[in-house]
């Protein structure tokens, strides 16, 4: 699996490149601004990427709509539980923000799922832990089994174990017989006192056992106990699963990104979904 780049512009933290196109503002430092908005239009330029999208908070906003910006989701008390955030995005081409598919049915039919959370039990010998640098090299077969294509390079070892030393906190089903059933991942912003779910991968092998939701609420507990307020996941908008997982555990649609992220093979919009865990 190829993968963009992240990288830091001043104390900004942005993924940017050719697999998805795209310039994503992960952490905005808003002592960048206003010069980071013209860092921002320089290199979407010098790439020809055809998306910009900044996650930012809510006081900074009228900047990035001055520039050209729109609001695609919204996510209330988004940053240390206080102030909301938004996903602003420029499009530099007016086919990028063209929804190929209609991912308004899928969203319709999860949220008539809303708040409806199933029992999420490990069958009897199953395990659910904190992945260690000993299991990378099995999330990448699970990784690069469920995933064609994906924004960030989980399918390499190295960068399992690199972010596993930072603010990554993976997590692993194994079965009785230590087969690795499901995964996911939590990425934890500190400053921001928020998180992504994000990460999600079910073995075909075990799939249809809510092992998604398990190990959602098994991040939950674990991100309440680390102090975070809000957590939130960029969720493809085309699939059932996973935004029927969201919905189910109480979670509140945001917003959809158009043509975000290139993931499992090709472009697809994304859900935002939010909720928060200091209730």
Known sequence: MTADTVTTIGGTLVQHGRLSDRIYVMHLAP?????ILDDLDWLAEAEGYSKICAKVPASTSPLFLARGYVVEARVPRFFRGREDGYFAAKF????RRREKSDPTAVLAAVREKAGDARPAVLPSGWTCAPATE?????LTVLYREVFATYPFPIGDPGYLRETMAGDYRYFIVRTEDGRVAAASSAEIYREDENVEMTDFAVHPDFRGQNLSGFLLSRMEEEMRAAGMKTAFTIARALSYPINATFARAGYTWGGTLANNTNICGGFESMNVWYRALDE
């Open 31 to 35: 002592g960048d601004l206003p010069g």
């Open 92 to 95: 530099l081409d007016a086919e």
């Open 134 to 138: 000993d299991d990378a090299d099995d």
